[in-house]
């Protein structure tokens, strides 16, 4: 079976999506994720244009976002297994970076506000109301960056 590198669903979406733009041809997740090879992957393109099947790609339009809003089904999914497991940190994606130099504190307290003033995802929370679940999208606003100075504790070997 073709996997990308990493093999994650998000990669598989992209490539999906840089299909659907480039080459006005549908092709699904799951097509994806069945056809072992390119050629392949190739072939069922082309057969879908052969049949006509261009992709008919909708206009993206703003709608409300305010006050309550039901989740999708993937949201849902996501709320259930944190009901079973909430503390489990399966979802996170760590990573480090090194600073070199000084660090501009207001700086970045500004990029995070602007990159969660772009991502609606990012300012998303999940409620429950009367039994359902909903989300609500905080306006957008300044990003609180707390600063804990670790400057005095000795670095482990190897950072």
């Known amino acids: 079976m073709w996997r990308p590198l990493g093999a994650h669903s998000l990669l598989v979406t992209q490539v999906a999506s840089r299909i659907r733009s480039t080459l006005r041809v549908d092709l699904s997740l799951r097509d994806l994720f069945l056809e072992p090879t390119v050629a392949g992957l190739a072939q069922q393109v082309e057969r879908l244009l052969a049949d006509g099947q261009e992709a008919a790609v909708p206009p993206i339009v703003p709608v409300p976002r305010e006050g309550a809003l039901p989740l999708s089904f993937g949201q849902e999914r996501m709320w259930f297994l944190y009901q079973l497991e909430p503390d489990s940190p399966v979802y996170n994606l760590p990573s480090r970076f090194r600073q ?26 999940f409620t429950p109301v009367g039994g359902e679940v909903t989300q609500r999208i905080d306006p957008p606003g300044p990003v609180a960056l ?3 100075d670790l400057a005095g504790l000795a670095c482990p070997q190897g950072l």
């Open 100 to 125: 070199a130099g000084p660090l501009d504190l207001a700086a970045l307290a500004g990029t995070f506000t602007a990159i969660a003033g772009r991502h609606e995802a990012l300012r998303t929370r």
């Open 146 to 148: 707390p600063v804990v």
